[in-house]
Nanobody, 123 residues
C-alpha cells in the first residue's frame, strides 16, 4: 500500500515562493504517475499538475502554468511542486496523489492520497 506524506507548506506573502515535497513509501514509486491537487475552503478539489512515471511528461492547470513546476526523483521516492509568484488565490490545502493507471486530470483517477498540507498566501 503506497503511502504519501506532504511537507513544505506554510504562510507566504504574495509574490513569494514555496516548495512542496511528497515522500512516498510502501511501494515502487516509479510505477506510479504522480499528481498535485488543491482544495480551497468550500470548493472542490482541483487538478494542479501531474508527472508521468518517469517524469518525462508533465502538465499544469492554466491557473498555475508558468508559475509552478512539478518534478520527481524516483530514486528518492519523492515528487515536488515548486511554486513561484504565488497569489492569494493559490491559498488552499495541497494534496499529493499517485495513480497506477497513468496520469489524469481527474481526482477519481488517483488511488493514493497524502493527508494534505496548507498553503496560505497573504500579506
Amino acid at each position: 500500500q503506497l503511502q504519501l506524506v506532504e511537507s513544505g507548506g506554510g504562510l507566504v506573502q504574495p509574490g513569494g515562493s514555496l516548495r512542496l515535497s511528497c515522500a512516498a513509501s510502501g511501494g515502487t514509486f516509479s510505477n506510479y504517475a504522480a499528481g498535485w491537487f488543491r482544495q480551497a475552503p468550500g470548493k472542490e478539489r482541483l487538478f494542479v499538475a501531474f508527472s508521468m512515471t518517469n517524469g518525462g511528461a508533465t502538465d499544469y492547470a492554466d491557473a498555475v502554468k508558468d508559475r509552478f513546476t512539478i518534478s520527481r526523483d524516483n530514486d528518492k521516492n519523492t515528487v515536488n511542486l515548486q511554486m513561484n509568484h504565488l497569489k492569494p488565490e493559490d491559498t488552499a490545502v495541497y494534496y499529493c496523489a499517485a495513480s497506477a493507471r497513468g496520469v489524469s486530470y481527474s481526482v477519481r483517477a488517483y488511488e493514493y492520497w497524502g493527508q494534505g498540507i496548507q498553503v496560505t498566501v497573504s500579506s
